[in-house]
């Protein structure tokens, strides 16, 4: 990746915004979604961010830019049309280690404002590293038309109630299981439909029925020639729920982008054409744990008498060609 993503929290964010045109204002409007901490360093402004300067209690600086007046400054945007104070931003900021991003310059941004969608509190970040803004317009279209506008509230329950689940449903599986099931279930609709006190009610009365503890498995995903676009749905959710993910060379790499990002993951040295793992995998899987052995190609399977006897769940998937 060319640019590493991260979210910053806005209540440590302290924004200064250089210029006061309409390019301005628009960043300044997306500030203003996370903080209120916003610095106008413009001579004159137009009327929208005046408006925007009054509305929010910014500060506004009337003057031009000035070399000198970034101290505590956390992040900058230089929104001007003159090439040569928009560089000049950009050399202050960096040796300041302050955030710099000059509207339209990339060779003159440490950071990249993506495309968002914003559910709140889900947010959506898009970018093409800034290779294709079209292609991001056409996927984030894509994404607007099939997420629901109260998607935000399902985040907001499973705060409010993720401590009482976590209490009561003991394994990070069944923790993941529970949550996918209610959310995507009749409590995860109530609360698209705006019925937060029945989602609630429906919730409460889950919690106290019985969960059995968390069942081992281990699931061989015979991936083929390990195309990623050719993942099986099965597949795919498998990866997702993967406690631990073994492979060898012979795997496609890319697939390792679609496991859980906190699962397990066990190169192993030895081709699984000439010995698969199976004693470490079998103990992950005693213990409770998904377990997921990629392997390329799709060849039979070797037996393997300690697995049959264990009476461990297993699963074959062909998927990827």
């Known amino acids: ?54 509305e929010n209690n910014l500060t506004w600086l009337v003057h031009n830019y000035k070399a000198g007046l970034l101290t505590n400054i956390t992040l900058v945007i230089a929104a001007t049309d003159d090439t040569a104070v928009n560089e000049s931003v950009y050399h202050e900021a960096v040796p300041l280690n302050i955030l710099a991003n000059v509207v339209d310059q ?31 317009r056409m996927l984030r279209e894509q994404i607007e038309k099939i997420l629901p506008q109260g998607y935000g509230r399902l985040a907001d329950f499973s705060l409010k109630f993720r401590d009482h689940v976590k209490a ?25 439909d705006g019925k937060q ?65 906190d699962a397990e993951k066990y190169p192993q040295s030895i081709s699984s054409t000439i010995m698969l793992n199976y004693q470490h995998a079998l103990e992950l899987a005693q213990e409770g744990q998904q377990v997921i052995y990629l392997l390329a190609g799709n060849e039979e399977l070797p037996t393997n ?13 062909i998927s990827g060609s």
């Open 1 to 54: 990746m060319k640019y590493f993503p991260v979210f910053l929290d806005g209540s440590k964010i302290n924004a200064m915004v250089i210029g006061g045109g309409d390019v301005a204002a628009r960043k300044i409007e997306l500030l203003l979604k996370t903080t209120t901490n916003i610095t106008i360093m413009a001579a004159s402004v137009t009327e929208g961010v005046e408006r925007l300067i009054n």
């Open 106 to 136: 990339p060779a003159l941004c440490t950071y990249i404002t993506p495309a968002i969608i914003d559910r709140a509190p889900m947010i959506i970040a898009l970018s093409s590293s800034g290779s294709a803004p079209i292609l991001i």
């Open 168 to 192: 009561r449903i003991k394994g990070i599986r069944n923790r993941r299981t529970f949550w996918e099931n209610t959310l995507r279930g009749s409590i995860g609709q109530a609360l698209l």
């Open 197 to 261: 006190q029945e989602a609630e009610q429906q919730l409460i009365a889950s919690l106290k029925e019985e969960v059995a503890p968390p069942q081992g498995e281990i699931i061989f995903i015979q991936t083929l020639e390990g195309n990623p676009d050719n993942l099986t749905l099965s597949a795919h959710r498998a990866l997702q729920f993967a406690d631990a993910v073994f492979y060898d060379d012979a795997v496609n790499i890319e697939l390792i982008e679609y496991v859980r990002r």
């Open 305 to 317: 008498a300690a697995l049959n006897a264990s009476g461990i769940s297993t699963k074959i998937i």
